[in-house]
């Protein structure tokens, strides 16, 4: 079986015609005609942005209209091609222009020498104000398992983290640019009196109560209590809260560390509820 | 308060819909190859815990819609059907393996050390582990295309899970047709949950294993999630015949 065709169409310069819209979903996608604009628009945008990431000029550009249900963006997905028509770049705009990621594809055999983590944070200083991606804050570097580094710098409003939310900047081990990325999702208005920390603790310890049996429940141990910005789930079977999709809402994120027997299959576990009125908003697991 | 008795076949009821749901549909004959897509389910729900996690059916859905598109026979499996005999009885026939369940780097007692591993469904709340030797020795050295170990710990460098589907720890631009992808550390569900349904989805579209990796990894998740993966950068994840790479090759167990 041959490999599938990228469904786009190869564009050779920014005065062009209609290009492919790819809704993507969990399992289905559709497609349909963008205004030569808007595709002449994010081609321009990424020709720019590319340049000063120091992406090699490509053969050709490709572009694409892509919807991410996960954070319900709409964006212009601009594909660099090589001279035989394979994928080497990948950029995405959102509808102001803005970039909202990049990532050179390609393969970087281990290198024998790394950057070291200073090293690796200045550089990816230096690529996001290249490519106009405000980093406000601390970044922390982190060596990364398939080589090189991870560049964060998480999103925070006041001192409250928003933890999905931020910038990341992928380096190869030599400190050259892999990857861009900028997440911020909206924000639902914070609640004018927040419960006490003390509440949500009650809360969880309510829960993990009703979820875990007398023989498992000293195996869950509540580590901590903290404000978050998240996004609310049905992890563990709640009613999702209305609002529109990707909406961030002011949390109480209460960490449970396991043990013994528990931990053989729950790891760890995040507890989420409003902060406003301590409504469960799901939470994580690790298994 | 729940309890931990055994109600396995009322257990495994959504997943046997599920699978119903997502049974190939009938097409012409050609060459097959078989894909296996467990995810444990029932440590995570009534009876074993008092929450439903709806996680582990939402992962196999995307795993198997991945599969499935890129010409596996795929079938999913959970409750009793995720069981360590049954695993094992099956995997020797797999060209694709994928797994969502507990992972981690266990005591083996019959080698007195410590293997990778991850745990069975089975069904109930004694959810025995599936130990990298014990695949091994059940695929005898059988070569697998594509594998997706959606556990915590079994992409960490010393992980013994690659070698037992004969896959090798390294990282070939091209020139075979295999890939291993899994996590380090502890993973938390919702980022692989993200990173999956970029993967799979980036497959879909036609990006290559590697890259559809790469875009995975473009994300800022809610935790430090660390992905890693071993096998042929630019293979298309498409079932074909294998392709001998000497490097790529590992016996397995070790």
Request: aromatic share 8%.
């Amino acid at each position: 079986m041959t490999r599938p065709s990228l469904h786009r169409h190869r564009l050779a310069g920014p005065a062009l015609g209609a290009a492919i819209v790819l809704i993507l979903g969990v399992g289905t996608m559709s497609a349909g005609a963008v205004a030569g604009t808007s595709s002449s628009a994010a081609l321009a945008m990424a020709e720019l942005t590319e340049a000063r990431l120091g992406l090699p000029v490509p053969a050709g550009r490709s572009v694409v209209r892509v919807h991410d249900p996960r954070s319900a963006l709409m964006v212009d997905e601009v594909t660099d091609l090589d001279a035989l028509g394979r994928p080497v770049a990948i950029s995405r705009f959102d509808a102001a222009g803005r970039l909202i990621s990049s990532v050179r594809l390609r393969f970087v055999p281990p290198a024998g020498s790394s950057v070291i983590a200073a090293d690796a944070t200045l550089a990816a200083t230096a690529i996001a104000a290249r490519a106009g991606v405000p980093t406000p804050g601390s970044a922390t570097a982190t060596p990364r398992a398939s080589g090189g580094w991870l560049v964060r710098w998480v999103r925070r409003v006041g001192a409250v983290p928003v933890p999905g939310d931020g910038v990341s900047v992928q380096l190869d081990a030599r400190g050259s640019f892999h990857g861009i990325v900028r997440t911020e999702h909206e924000l639902a208005p914070a609640p004018t009196i927040p419960i006490e920390a003390g509440r949500a603790r009650l809360l969880a310890e309510a829960r993990l109560d009703q979820w875990f049996p007398a023989g498992l429940r000293g195996d869950a141990v509540i580590t901590s209590v903290a404000l978050a910005w998240i996004a609310a789930n049905d992890a563990f079977g709640d009613a999702l809260p209305g609002g529109p999709a990707g909406l961030l809402r002011l949390a109480w994120v209460v960490r449970v560390t396991t043990s013994g027997s528990l931990a053989e299959t729950v790891a760890g576990l995040e507890l989420a509820f409003d902060a406003g009125d301590g409504a469960p908003l799901g939470g994580d697991l690790v298994e | 308060m729940v309890s931990r008795g055994r109600s396995r076949w009322f257990a495994a009821l959504p997943l046997l819909v599920l699978a119903g749901l997502l049974a190939p549909a009938a097409s012409p004959a050609r060459a097959t190859y078989q894909a296996s897509a467990d995810t444990n389910v029932s440590a995570f729900r009534s009876p074993c815990v008092g929450f439903q996690d709806s996680y582990p059916t939402r992962m196999l859905s995307l795993a198997v819609a991945g599969l499935r598109f890129l010409g596996y026979t795929v079938t999913p499996y959970s409750g009793v059907g995720f069981s360590r005999a049954a695993v094992l009885a099956r995997t020797v026939s797999d060209n694709s393996f994928y797994v969502h369940s507990h992972g981690d780097n266990y005591w083996y007692q019959p080698a007195q050390r410590r293997y990778n591993g991850f745990r069975e469904d089975s069904g109930d709340c004694s959810q025995a582990v599936i130990y990298s030797p014990q695949i091994a020795a059940a695929r005898a050295g059988r070569f697998t295309n594509l594998v997706v170990i959606s556990t915590c710990h079994n992409a960490e460098p010393a992980t013994t899970m690659p070698a037992a589907f004969g896959i090798a720890k390294t990282k070939v631009l091209s020139g075979g047709n295999h890939f291993y992808l899994g996590y380090l550390g502890s993973a938390f569900d919702n980022d692989e949950e993200a990173f999956e349904t970029a993967f799979w989805s980036a497959l879909k579209r036609g990006m290559s294993v590697g890259e559809a990796f790469d875009l995975g990894q473009l994300q800022n998740f809610s935790h430090a999630l660390e992905a890693d993966w071993w096998g042929t950068y630019d293979w298309s994840g498409w079932t074909r015949p294998w392709t001998f790479c000497r490097r790529c090759v590992k016996a397995g167990g070790a």
